[in-house]
């Protein structure tokens, strides 16, 4: 099991960028699957990136693609989030989690174990 720690979220105007952190604590860090998902009052958590364990693959979300990064130091036990050219459809809590059973990412939110308690993301138009 790993601990995280989202941070990074803040207000930010439409075209701007924003780069979250997922602070993990654990000594299995490195072999997690990592994921970001968002969420909005209302509707069900989404799958927004993922990266594998060495950090060779990542997957995006078609609404994200070529505008988010995701990345991750595993000797930090950290992994980000680079946001650009944000749009108020962006607008969402923000989680990170962790697949301890895969190599490849997932984008199901029922695939991963543990999660970070979000940070709010607001862009304004």
């Known amino acids: 099991q790993v601990q995280l720690v989202e941070s990074g979220g803040g207000l930010v105007q439409a075209g701007g960028s924003l780069r979250l952190s997922c602070a993990a604590s654990g000594r299995t860090f490195s072999s997690y699957v990592m994921g970001w998902f968002r969420q909005v009052p209302g509707k069900e958590r989404e799958f927004v990136a993922a990266?594998?364990?060495?950090?060779?693959?990542?997957y995006y979300a078609d609404s994200v693609k070529g505008r988010f990064t995701i990345s991750r130091d595993n000797a930090k036990t950290t992994v980000s989030l680079q946001m650009n050219s944000l749009k108020p459809e962006d607008t969402a809590v923000y989680y990170c989690?962790?697949?301890?059973?895969?190599?490849?990412?997932?984008?199901?939110?029922?695939?991963?174990?543990?999660w970070g308690q979000g940070t709010q993301v607001t862009v304004s138009s």
């Open positions: 990266i594998s364990w060495p950090g060779d693959i990542t």
């Open positions: 989690a962790g697949d301890p059973r895969r190599r490849r990412p997932v984008i199901s939110s029922v695939d991963y174990d543990d």
